[in-house]
């Protein structure tokens, strides 16, 4: 069965760390292009981040930048963002997608992070 699954959501304090990881089961990550994308309440959904299938591009909202940091272990068949310096502005339901040309389009069924004091 093909999926994603997310997980590593929580409740943090502001300025604090998390590391999301999305792991895919029944296709191969090392084919596509992978990204995450959060949706807050009331709001469109956005993208956060995105990596090359190789690894080697990435590119970051303007929000996040040096911020946020993608990467990916092909090896392992993951995804992960790793939040540092976090802000409440960054609560939001996140998701990782998994995308490439002439290929099915995935998405995770997102974790949850809440920035609050």
């Known amino acids: 069965q093909v999926q994603l699954v997310t997980s590593g959501g929580g409740l943090v304090h502001p300025g604090g760390s998390l590391k999301l990881s999305c792991t895919a089961y029944?296709?191969?990550?090392?084919?596509?292009?992978m990204s995450w994308y959060r949706q807050a309440p009331g709001k469109d959904r956005e993208l956060v981040a995105g990596?090359?299938?190789?690894?080697?591009?990435?590119d970051y909202a303007d929000q996040v930048k040096g911020r946020f940091t993608i990467s990916r272990d092909n090896t392992k068949n993951m995804l992960y963002l790793q939040m540092d310096s976090l802000k409440p502005e960054d609560t939001a339901l996140y998701f990782c997608?998994?995308?490439?040309?002439?290929?099915?389009?995935?998405w995770g069924q997102g974790t949850q992070v809440t920035v609050s004091s």
């Open positions: 997608k998994a995308h490439g040309a002439g290929r099915p389009t995935y």
């Open positions: 029944g296709f191969t990550i090392s084919r596509y292009s």
């Open positions: 990596i090359s299938n190789g690894g080697v591009s990435t």
